[in-house]
């Protein structure tokens, strides 16, 4: 069974940084591309990232030049970096991976989400 375990998540003032983590674990064969996705209160979840394996990256507008995602394929770890965060940035963050299990089934799997708040 594959699980994806979020963690970095909390309340910052504007302006201030944090850094998301999120662990994939079970029996996988290979994890190709890997996201961030966000929903706040009354909204729908929307895409902030997503990563392939070999590293090429994509962002939704309102996060480029502040966030950064990158992977460490050996560990099974994905990371997004946020900086100049924004109250608009407050939402609960989840992660998406799109891997082949060890039976080679394709599998999309997210994990539960972690709470990022922003103060003004």
């Known amino acids: 069974q594959v699980q994806l375990v979020e963690s970095g998540g909390g309340l910052v003032q504007a302006g201030e940084s944090l850094r998301l983590s999120c662990a994939v674990s079970?029996?996988?064969?290979?994890?190709?591309?890997m996201g961030w996705y966000r929903q706040a209160p009354g909204k729908q979840r929307e895409l902030v990232a997503t990563?392939?394996?070999?590293?090429?990256?994509n962002y939704a507008d309102f996060v480029k030049g502040r966030f950064t995602i990158s992977r460490d394929n050996a560990k099974k770890t994905m990371y997004l970096q946020m900086n100049t965060l924004k109250p608009d940035d407050t939402a609960v963050y989840y992660c998406n991976a799109d891997l082949l299990t060890s039976t080679l089934a394709r599998s999309v799997n997210w994990g539960q989400g972690t709470q990022v708040t922003v103060t003004s």
């Open positions: 079970g029996n996988i064969a290979t994890i190709n591309v």
């Open positions: 990563i392939t394996r070999g590293g090429s990256t």
